[in-house]
């Protein structure tokens, strides 16, 4: 009998803690052991919900992403209203103007092309970033700037000047309520500390298309252009997948998590008079690995033949778990890079490509900053 039950059985999780919680089939609700708080069951066919659910909207999205690009792009500018003088703000014409949405995100993937470091992915992560946060978390397309080496606008192109430029347009005239997120796919590097402000020595950075010419962007930058000016009400998430980018915006604590699932926030502040934080409003960042770490890319930075690892573990988590907190959301990705990536369900040429292309490392771990603590068990994930 008990075989039986265990068979009927629904999994389920916490809606306060985000624990694993196991109830039967014919449950309304189930009381969690940890801190007790009842979670209401919901009643659907197990073969609409749950993970087959997600990856039927991560083989759409890949679909969405590969197979229909001429879909989601905008019909490029023409030359002169691309090269006009920009808005208020000094920023180009052709970027997003609309600013009646409470949501704006920023996606940039740069692909290195016809160097020694070129990535495979990195455009396709953008893509797949975009479809996601339209359909699922409903940002408007008029509402999202893309990056990438393939646009025709010449301001949407990844250089150091354009990323400098798009960071100041996600942050510029935002209030209280508005959500942004930066996603950034590509290279970043270490570069010894020479303000005497990070824990190791070293600054963090992301390598723009021309950073052989005109150098990288270091956190210090990244920090004060996109965290700093947050106002009350305002919330910004960062999805950065590329080498030691544990502390890429130099948020004021990184969050240590063990296997078991213990956690606790640490401090990065080494010098108290550094203003690292926000002004009122709240910054959370997703990154690929540590510092100290390579994210799983080309053979020319890391060793490894892989690409998208992060991307991947974090759009199947969002997919994956309902309702999910920021503590299980970051083992969830965490355990998706130590199964190699886990059973993707996705046949055809799109998994093929998974298998061709995404190879996974133990050695990467997924990490969590923020501009504040908070129970990562408790808080839910809101975009």
């Known amino acids: ?88 703000y000094g920023l180009p014409a052709s970027y997003p103007r609309d600013r009646s949405s409470k949501k704006r995100a920023l996606l940039v993937g740069i692909s290195y092309a016809f160097t020694k470091y070129e990535l495979k992915g990195s455009v396709n992560d953008v893509n797949c970033m ?15 700037l893309t990056l990438t080496p393939d646009e025709k ?7 150091k000047d354009n990323l400098r430029l798009a960071m100041r347009w996600l942050v510029e005239g935002c209030t209280s309520g508005d959500s942004l997120v930066f996603h950034f796919s590509g290279h970043g590097v270490q570069k010894l500390d020479n303000n005497g402000d990070e824990m190791d020595g070293y600054d963090e950075a992301l390598c723009p298309q021309d950073f052989e ?60 008079e550094t203003p690292k934080g926000t002004n009122g409003g709240i910054a ?12 799983a890319d080309t053979t020319s930075f890391s060793g490894s033949a892989s690409t998208g ?40 040429p799109i998994g093929s490509f998974f298998r061709r292309v995404i190879t996974f490392s133990c050695a990467q771990e997924p990490q969590l900053c923020a501009s504040e603590t908070f129970d990562i068990y408790r808080k839910p994930f809101l975009l």
Request: glycine letters at 10%; hydrophobic letters at 35%; charged letters at 20%.
């Open 1 to 88: 009998m008990a075989s039986a039950r265990a068979r009927h059985a629904r999994t389920t999780w916490c809606r306060h803690c985000g624990a694993s919680l196991s109830a039967a089939a014919s449950a309304r609700s189930v009381r969690c052991a940890l801190c007790h708080a009842e979670t209401r069951v919901e009643r659907r066919p197990q073969h609409q919900g749950g993970l087959h659910q997600a990856m039927g909207f991560i083989k759409g999205l890949f679909n969405n992403a590969f197979g229909s690009a001429s879909a989601t792009s905008q019909p490029p500018p023409s030359s002169s209203e691309s090269m006009r003088a920009g808005d208020a």
């Open 130 to 144: 975009r479809y996601l946060l339209r359909d699922k978390f409903n940002f408007p397309t008029d509402c999202i």
């Open 153 to 159: 606008d010449p301001y949407r192109v990844p250089t």
């Open 213 to 272: 010419d005109r150098g990288v962007i270091l956190d210090d930058e990244i920090n004060e252009t996109i965290v700093r000016p947050l106002g009350p009400g305002v919330k910004l998430h960062a999805i950065i997948d590329t080498c030691h980018s544990g502390t890429i915006l130099d948020l004021p604590y990184l969050c240590r998590i063990s296997r078991t699932g213990y956690w606790q926030w640490e401090s990065q502040a080494r010098q108290q």
């Open 284 to 295: 959370i960042s997703f990154s690929g690995c540590g510092d100290s770490q390579n994210s």
């Open 309 to 348: 690892a992060m991307t991947y573990s974090f759009i199947k988590a969002v997919l994956s778990e309902p309702g999910p907190t920021y503590g299980r959301l970051l083992s969830a990705m965490r355990a998706t890079i130590r199964d190699n990536g886990g059973e993707c369900g996705i046949p055809g």
